[in-house]
């Protein structure tokens, strides 16, 4: 048959509110009849769990753990604490887990600070953790022992992954703190050594609890702006617990993210953290690192000043060698006469050029002269004097067609006022303005000349110099012909 304690909790216990103190049992009496008090299981449950509380309230047991579990959907840690001989249940709350700075597994030994408690729904007493500390080995190194094998595996710390960092960085980030002494130390060393350097500084706390995530958001930051090519990240010296936020699996992770080449700067020289292990670069300081991070360039500038001395150490010693063969050449007889020869040839030469020039000169002028003549004559036909000529040539006709116009309107306009004078004399209403007036039909169509062209009864219209007159005709007399022709 398993032992109770070779499994899991099959249910978590949850703390209870101490209750009251029971009645303390009576002893018994040496009456045989006296009667009997009789407790339910809960009851001494119960007080099994004050008396052990009350008693065993804070103690420190040390033991190996085994069947060490987090229960995920509580976070609790449920673990058997054992020796040699001897092994008791043990339950720690998720807020006491947390605080935890090495992973509890099986097999550590470990000093463990509680309360004995009894767990009412099986009856067994177990030990209420409150805190755990690796036995004979701080929870910090048992942490950073821990971290450091399991980013081992997953191949954080292989060489291959490892790159070299750039000979010409056009920018540096750095990922410190603002208020300590790394940042001066960087920023003094870069400006003296390599002044035009630009620098991106993405500020981060760099201890204390929330330390390592700002480290590592900052890490992401500044491995975003367009031109970083290397970043340093680090901080000054302190203790193990200061510079713990590097020994945390999240700046690790980023570091070994990051897409430009780290350098870690964690602390003085010996002081070593998970993120020396997982940077492309360790430096033993900040101000070294930056120094590392221009030595290539100084390298660079050094070669460069090497190849330059070689260059012109090999041109002298070309220069020198091809002088001596040149005096050794003049030197034989075959070419005492040379220098002679040579002048002579320079001589012509010069002749040759100068002759040359003057007859550039005089081709150029006889040239620009023809070029004179070809632009005067091609100013006599400038379309623009032409147009000109013709504009004014426009504006003098528009002058006499506007004055003939006038001329002709104004004996239009005398020739219209003497016909409308002659036409005024002979108008009927003149002869009307005299006393006479003009008979029509009744339509209005026809003059009444003959007094026989209408009849008694009809109307007629009587047309005054000033107005009409309608008539009805009562009585005509027609004169003979005879009559109008006397």
């Known amino acids: 048959m ?3 304690f070779d499994v899991l909790f099959e249910e978590e216990p949850e703390p209870e509110p101490d209750p009251a103190p029971a009645a303390p049992v009576a002893p ?28 065993f309230y804070e103690i420190w047991v040390e033991g190996e ?26 339950f720690m709350f998720r807020s006491a887990v947390r605080n935890l700075k090495f992973k509890p597994v099986d097999g550590v030994k470990v000093v463990a600070r509680g309360k004995i408690s009894v767990y009412e729904p099986k009856g067994e007493y177990q030990l209420v953790s409150e805190h755990l500390e690796p036995q004979g080995l701080g929870a910090l190194q048992l942490a950073f022992d821990q971290l450091k094998q399991q980013l081992q595996a997953e191949g954080l710390f292989a060489k291959e992954r490892k790159r070299p960092l750039p000979a010409l960085p056009r920018a540096i980030g750095i990922v410190t703190s603002l208020e300590g002494a790394a940042i001066r130390d960087m920023i003094n060393v870069l400006g003296r050594r390599h002044h035009n350097t630009r620098l991106v500084i993405a500020p981060s706390r760099v201890q204390g609890e929330g330390a390592a995530a700002e480290v590592a958001n900052a890490l992401r930051r500044v491995a975003c702006v367009p031109g970083v090519d290397v970043v340093i990240v680090g901080r000054g010296g302190g203790s193990i617990e200061d510079l713990w936020a590097f020994n945390e699996a999240i700046v690790a992770r980023a570091i070994a993210d990051c897409p430009v080449p780290v350098i870690s700067a964690v602390g003085h020289e010996s002081d070593v953290t998970i993120a020396d292990f997982v940077a492309d670069v360790r430096a033993p300081t900040p101000s070294a690192a930056a120094e590392l991070v221009i030595a290539a360039h100084d390298e660079f500038r050094a070669r460069i000043d090497r190849l330059e001395g070689r260059l012109r150490s090999a041109v002298r010693s070309r220069i020198q060698t091809l002088s001596r063969r040149t005096h050794l050449a003049t030197s034989r007889p075959a070419f005492a006469a040379f220098p002679a020869r040579l002048a002579m040839r320079g001589r012509r030469a010069a002749e040759l050029s100068f002759t040359l020039t003057h007859l550039l000169r005089q081709h150029l002028a006889t040239r620009e ?22 504009r004014t040539r426009l504006v003098a006709a528009d002058g006499q067609l506007r004055a003939a116009s006038r001329r002709h309107t104004d004996r239009t306009a005398y020739r219209l006022v003497q016909l409308a004078g002659q036409l005024e004399s002979l108008s009927p209403l003149a002869v009307l303005g005299r006393g006479y007036a003009v008979a ?25 110099a000033r107005g009409e007159l309608t008539c009805r005709v009562t009585d005509r007399t027609e004169r003979l012909d005879n009559e109008e022709d006397e």
Not at 29 to 41: D, F, I, Y
Not at 83 to 90: A, E, H, N, P, V
Not at 370 to 390: K, P
């Open 2 to 4: 398993a032992d109770l």
């Open 28 to 55: 018994a009496r040496a009456n045989p009849v006296a009667a009997r008090r009789v407790l339910s299981v809960t009851d001494l449950t119960i007080q099994i769990r004050d008396q052990l509380e009350e008693r």
């Open 65 to 90: 753990l085994s069947n060490c579990r987090v229960w995920n959907a509580t976070g609790h840690l449920y673990f058997t604490l054992k020796d040699s001989t001897s092994q008791i249940r043990g």
């Open 369 to 390: 002269r023809h070029v004179g003549a070809l632009r005067r004559q091609l100013e006599t036909f400038d379309i623009g004097r032409r147009l000109a000529g013709i």
């Open 440 to 464: 029509w039909d009744k339509s209005r169509q026809h003059v009444l000349r003959h007094a026989s062209t209408v009849r008694i009864g009809d109307d007629v219209r009587i047309t005054l």
